[in-house]
T-cell receptor
């Protein structure tokens, strides 16, 4: 079991550019979560999916953020256009169903300059 | 509005002693509580949990205590080991299964 795989591990981009973060959940896990970690706000839930369907996106900060899950093995989080305040570590997590057994990926550290 | 609060950003203890990490919550609808541990450059990993119908759950060196009337939970690690040095996150959830995390406490266990 390779765990939850996120790519890239690090991303440095210029303000205004589009950024796409990728996540491969654990095979067989039906729920997928995107979290963002910052010093000021800690770990915040951005959006979560169940069976590829977005259930709650109330944590998505602005329209610049969008997330998709086209199939059970892949999800993306896109920021367009990116801003310096988007700099954070973005985590993806998956679980077998909508319960508490989350497994987190190693995260993507995003820096927007 | 932080619904889950970890008021101590850091804690330092001596190896072999007890580590006590605290967490407070404000949402009375939370009924399940978890602790996660995070090493640098890794994602959080699940450590221990407790349901609101219990007031204590123990797993080896780790014990979580829940005081519902005070809306407070704590994680006890005894004895503490240098490998326990990490950031510990408290998390809580209600019927919608969304986990709300605290900001974390950095535990340093000194040899």
């Amino acid at each position: 079991d390779a765990g939850v795989i996120q790519s890239p591990r690090h991303e440095v981009t210029e303000m205004g550019q589009e950024v796409t973060l990728r996540c491969k959940p654990i095979s067989g896990h039906n729920s997928l979560f995107w979290y963002r970690q910052t010093m000021m706000r800690g770990l915040e839930l951005l959006i979560y999916f169940n069976n590829n369907v977005p259930i709650d996106d109330s944590g998505m900060p602005e329209d610049r953020f969008s997330a998709k899950m086209p199939n059970a093995s892949f999800s993306t989080l896109k920021i367009q256009p990116s801003e310096p305040r988007d700099s954070a570590v973005y985590f993806c997590a998956s679980s077998p169903q909508l319960n508490y057994g989350y497994t987190f990926g190693s995260g993507t550290r995003l820096t927007v300059v | 509005d932080q619904q889950v609060k970890q008021n101590s950003p850091s804690l330092s203890v001596q190896e072999g002693r007890i580590s006590i990490l605290n967490c407070d919550y404000t949402n009375s609808m939370f009924d399940y509580f978890l602790w996660y541990k995070k090493y640098p450059a890794e994602g959080p990993t699940f450590l221990i949990s407790i349901s609101s119908i219990k007031d204590k759950n123990e797993d080896g060196r780790f014990t979580v205590f829940l005081n519902k009337s005070a809306k407070h939970l704590s994680l006890h690690i005894v004895p503490s080991q240098p490998g326990d040095s990490a950031v510990y996150f408290c998390a809580a959830s209600g019927s919608n299964y969304k986990l709300t995390f605290g900001k974390g406490t950095l535990l340093t266990v000194n040899p």
